[in-house]
């Protein structure tokens, strides 16, 4: 595109103005194809920032981001696609046992995950634990994967929306990750461009969310719904708490394993455990899978406590390039952090409050997250059996176990982790793990 085009388009939009279908395929043209230099594609984002968008232009700007790359259908399968974005939290590995339970009950999930953003853990980070699963094993064998196992989790690759990585890219030093706007157009035309029927967007509030309060997750749902409606995706969204770690592990390789447990119907993760399946009942009755929320909910358990969804995830790794025996076998084939060291409680108690950022943020010092794009992380350190609000502790029990490479970082880790539990001789409330949005037009 000549640059006097870009330069109308973003002065339009600079001045307030609205940018019509045509106009914003050229936007996401221009990104896409490198034809925009990056001071146009930062001029655009910073436009957006002050001018904001309209419904209708977001929804045609995440229509065009979409078709700057390849599209997957899958108009020949026998079940829904169904997928789930949440916005980011800490200890959080639905993804990884919903798409097997989800495939486990005649759902097919093409998971287009991310990776660890700021103090908050990425899906495809977690999976990468496991020696060998390739993450971007290309369009041909995700296609092959999904229509044989029935779901695979893996990172968005060069085909899908290109103009969204090159975009996200220069929000990420621009300051606009935060753009409203810009953040639904981005998730919701990676959800459509992995050819998504049926969606469930968790939205995280509490100290760990990566939103800043209640008002800015309530106005994201409201956009993602209104963007959402008159495409091919239905949405349904919740909002979950993370004024605690939704499972007691934070860190890659633990918080696998702690999935690879309650596949097994093992383990001691009864809130990760409840919002997945939650979730998953829902997206079967979206799906047109099942009938009711009883009926789901009771499928979805079967899934879990039968093994069905066990060996969906098994054949998904190994499909990918992972051992075949990862639930046989786990410590064959998972890191195993050389120092662990147990925080002990001060005080007999209640915990009245978790400060989940802090704890995200030990697990990217101990060196499970980055601090920069394309840094190398560990997947073996993290934290351990990690106490939740309302949580009783003795004086010298474990808050949680830090799993460091030496002692040294553990010695740093062990003082953040202390000052991150408040403990107080009554419980204290605390938020519901879940709640359904009910959309403002139903609300009236
Ligand atoms: N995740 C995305 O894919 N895009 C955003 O803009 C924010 C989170």
Redesign the pocket.
């Known amino acids: 595109m000549n640059s006097q085009r870009a330069a109308g388009l973003i002065r339009c939009k600079r001045d307030g103005g609205e940018l019509d279908a045509s106009a914003l395929r050229a936007v996401a043209q221009g990104i896409g194809d490198g034809s925009w230099s990056e001071g146009q594609v930062a001029a655009f984002a910073m436009a957006v920032a002050w001018r904001g968008m309209s419904t209708l232009e977001c929804r045609q700007f995440t229509l065009a981001l979409r078709d700057s790359g390849q599209c997957l259908r899958w108009d020949d399968l026998p079940g829904p696609t169904l997928d789930k ?1 949440s ?2 939290g800490v200890g959080d590995g639905v993804s990884l046992l919903l798409a097997p339970l989800l495939a486990a009950c005649g759902g097919y999930v093409p998971m287009i995950s ?1 990776r660890g ?1 700021g103090h908050t853990g990425g899906t495809l980070d977690k999976l990468e634990s496991v020696a060998g699963y390739d993450v971007h094993p290309g369009m041909a064998r995700l296609r092959q994967v999904v229509e044989g196992v029935g779901c695979a989790i893996v990172g968005q690759g060069d085909e899908l929306v290109p103009a ?1 990585r090159r975009l ?1 890219a220069v ?1 990420d030093v621009t300051a606009t ?1 935060d753009v409203a706007e ?2 639904v157009a ?2 919701l035309s ?1 959800k459509l461009a992995g050819g998504a029927q049926a969606l469930v967007l968790d939205i995280k509030i509490g100290n760990g969310a990566q939103l800043p309060g209640v008002a800015a997750a309530r106005d994201l749902a409201e956009r993602m719904l209104a963007t959402a409606r008159g495409t091919s995706l239905d949405v349904r969204v919740v909002f979950s708490d993370m004024d605690q770690l939704l499972g007691r592990e934070a860190g890659n390789a633990l918080e696998l394993r702690a999935v690879l447990d309650l596949l097994r119907d093992r383990g001691d993760n009864p809130r990760l455990r409840a919002l997945t399946l939650e979730l998953a009942a829902e997206l079967l009755c979206m799906g047109g899978l099942s009938r009711d929320r009883a009926g789901a909910g009771r499928r979805v358990r079967a899934a879990l406590s039968s093994g069905a969804a066990a060996e969906r995830f098994a054949r998904m790794v190994s499909a990918l390039g992972g051992p075949a025996d990862l639930l046989e076998r786990p410590d064959a084939h998972l890191e195993s952090a050389l120092v662990q060291r147990v925080v002990p409680a001060s005080a007999s108690g209640h915990v009245a409050a978790v400060d989940v950022r802090a704890l995200g943020q030990v697990v990217v010092d101990l060196g499970g997250g980055r601090t920069h794009p394309g840094q190398a992380i560990d997947h073996a350190v993290g934290l351990a059996e990690v106490v939740g609000r309302g949580d009783l502790v003795d004086a010298g029990q474990p808050l949680a176990i830090i799993h460091a490479r030496t002692a040294p970082a553990a010695d740093k880790a062990e003082a953040s982790v202390r000052q991150a539990f408040r403990i107080a001789p009554e419980a204290q409330p605390c938020a519901p793990l879940w709640q359904w949005h009910a959309p403002m037009e139903q609300m009236a």
Do not use: E, P, Q
């Open positions: 974005h916005t980011g991310g953003l969204d996200y929000r990750v810009l953040m981005s998730i990676k």
